[in-house]
């Protein structure tokens, strides 16, 4: 299916739509997929991630797992790389009006993360 992604310019400044395919059965986790698979940074490594969505609320879940061995944490991510992973996976999310997301939290193996 055909679906919409939302990716940060060169200049960290806006969201850009960029239309992909990505498979019909999961859509949710293979736009989260897609965004994810963009190269990030060389010292910084996501190895999984999960999305839940709360039908009650309208809130969805991103556990991202970073790998065990990336010399970088979240916390060290620049303002741009900031925007660039979670500014990308909200707009991308909450844009989609099947879905019907209202909000998006982000996790690290079940913990919320704060910057």
Known sequence: MT????????????LEPQTVQVAAQNP???????ILESPGTVDF????YRVAVDPTTKVAT????LSPTSRRQFIS?????????????????TSHPDWAIESVEFTDRGKAIEF
Request: glycine share 6%; aromatic share 10%; net charge positive.
């Open 3 to 14: 679906a919409t992604i939302y990716k940060a310019d060169p200049f960290c400044k806006t």
């Open 28 to 34: 949710m986790e293979a736009v989260v997929g897609k």
């Open 45 to 48: 490594e996501l190895v999984g």
């Open 62 to 65: 991103v556990d991202l797992r």
């Open 77 to 93: 991510l620049a303002s741009c790389e900031q925007f660039a992973l979670f500014g990308s996976l909200k707009k991308t999310l």
